[in-house]
């Protein structure tokens, strides 16, 4: 993979580079497999980044993401806007229109889109919309604008994808039980994986599943969950340990609804930036069987965003 380029903006201070050099995973794929959570950054020269964003990234390219999908050996992508970009959605579109049909998207949007511009989103392959409550990364957004706007994407078959924090579910609750489409939460929910996994937090966290089976989850972000680290900083075997139990135990009562994401170019990192190939590596710790692996990875993500081949 080539080197990041940086446009013409400042970086957020103390922001890190994806690292440009992922080990070969040892874990093979299967056929098929789709890196379900993932971003482009730009680049800022051609898409700037949106005025009211939290941070400034480094430039991140889909032909860097690209090239990153057959480096790991997946064969397919759903591009996320990240909010570094707002509710602009070209570069994250015009992703999906350069992938010849291996990429699908999650976009942001305001009530004030049009119906023209939600159906060409849809031609490109945008599938989704996604509502994100994490205050350090976007202002407020009223309930009810986010309410018409699910009403509205429904009616093309369209999901919400919804990333929130743990502490925060309890009084996200009943906002997300009166979402009318499939609900896809990024990172499980970003559980404390210093807190018991049966714990009432996480015990939550799965009654939602349990309890409202249109709700889906992404198995992804031990990087971001962790405080065991790497293996290079803890010096173990299993990358990100600490996550794997709440990852498997998500795996396996819910096979049919979860998914799995690098999440490159992994925003917001500050400690240290992951290793794609090592996160690659982490999958057979949380899905254990090839059954369960191909669920992950190939027969969810296809029957969410390619329904009309799966
Ligand atoms: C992620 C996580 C983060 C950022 C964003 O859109 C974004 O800016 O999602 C984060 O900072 O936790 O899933 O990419």
Redesign the pocket.
């Known amino acids: 993979m080539s080197k990041p380029v940086t446009g013409p903006f400042e970086k957020t201070p103390g922001w890190l580079d994806w690292y440009e050099g992922p080990s070969k995973p040892r874990f093979k794929v299967p056929a098929g497999a789709v890196d379900a ?1 993932c ?1 482009v950054f730009g680049p800022g020269g051609e898409y700037p980044y949106a005025p009211e964003r939290k941070y400034t990234p480094c430039d991140a390219s889909r032909a860097q993401l690209y090239a990153l999908r057959d480096h790991l050996g997946f064969s397919r992508n759903v591009v ?1 806007q ?3 970009h707002g509710a602009d959605n070209r570069a994250m579109v015009d992703a999906l229109i350069h992938s010849g049909g291996k990429a699908r998207g999650v976009a942001t949007v305001r009530r004030s889109v049009g119906d023209a511009e939600l159906k060409a989103m849809h031609e490109a392959g945008v599938r989704g919309v996604r509502f ?1 409550f ?1 205050k350090r ?1 976007v202002d407020f957004t009223p309930r009810d604008e986010l309410i018409e706007i699910a009403g509205r994407i429904a009616r093309l078959g369209w999901h919400v994808v919804i ?1 929130f924090e743990a502490v925060d579910l309890p009084e996200l609750w009943d906002f997300f039980t009166t979402l009318p489409t499939t609900v896809v939460v ?2 499980m929910g970003r559980p404390d994986v210093t807190k018991p996994v049966d714990g009432p937090e996480f015990e939550l966290f799965v009654k939602f599943m349990r309890e409202h089976t249109n709700v889906w989850s992404k198995v992804s ?1 031990p990087e ?1 969950l962790s405080v065991a680290g790497p293996p290079a900083l803890n010096g173990e075997q299993n990358a990100y340990r600490d996550v794997i139990p709440f990852a498997r135990r998500i795996v396996e009562t819910f096979p049919d609804r979860v998914l799995w994401g690098t ?1 490159w170019p992994h ?2 990192l500050k400690g240290h930036m992951p290793d794609d190939g090592l996160l690659v590596d982490f999958i057979p710790h949380i899905a254990v069987t090839q059954e369960l692996q191909r669920k992950l990875l190939v027969d969810n993500p296809m029957r969410l965003y390619w329904p009309e081949q799966s």
């Open positions: 959570h971003h996320v990240a909010t570094c994100n994490v990364l990333y990024d990172h972000c971001r999440d925003p917001n």
